[in-house]
Structure formats: structure tokens, C-alpha cells
């Protein structure tokens, strides 16, 4: 089972800037086990949005709806206590 070679999750640049109705996939990453970062399956994390500024579907893709901030955590969903939380910036 490839959820329990994960470490951790990472996110990756650290954060994301959207201009208002921009989509991009949220840049999460697997750290392995063994120190590698991977390409995540992303339909093994849940997700949820803070803030109305960014929305986030089942798949990891943010929307964003309007200017303001918002924070995007990624689950795994196998193991909750393995997290990534991205913030997010929108623009007008």
C-alpha cells in the first residue's frame, strides 16, 4: 500500500497567488519514506478551504472566487494526522 511509504506531505513554492477565476492544482507533494519527493495520487487527500476568497475540489484543483485570502489543507485521507496546509493569495 503506497500510503504507508508516506512521510509526510510538502507543499511546494509555498503557497499559491491566483488572479479571480484562475483554477490551479494545489502544489502538494508525497515525501516518502525514503527522503523522495512524488507526484501525489490526489484522489488519496481530502480537502478543505478557509476563507471565501479560494474553493478547492475533490480532485485538489483551487478555484479562486474573489479577492482576499484563503488557506487549503490537504488530508490524507488514510492518515489524518498527515497534513498540508497552502496558503492562498487572490487577486482582482
Do not use: C, H, W
Not at 11 to 32: E, W
Not at 47 to 69: C, D, E, F, I, R
Amino acid at each position: 500500500d503506497v500510503t504507508q511509504s508516506i512521510e509526510s506531505l510538502a507543499v511546494i513554492g509555498g503557497g499559491m497567488s491566483l488572479a479571480v477565476g484562475q483554477t490551479a492544482q494545489l502544489p502538494v507533494r508525497f515525501l516518502m519514506n525514503d527522503g523522495t519527493l512524488a507526484v501525489p495520487d490526489y484522489s488519496l487527500m481530502s480537502y478543505a478551504s478557509s476563507g471565501a476568497a479560494a474553493t478547492v475540489s475533490t480532485s485538489g484543483v483551487v478555484t479562486a472566487a474573489s479577492a482576499g485570502n484563503a488557506t487549503v489543507t490537504a488530508t490524507l485521507t488514510a492518515d489524518n494526522t498527515k497534513t498540508a496546509t497552502v496558503p492562498v493569495t487572490v487577486t482582482a
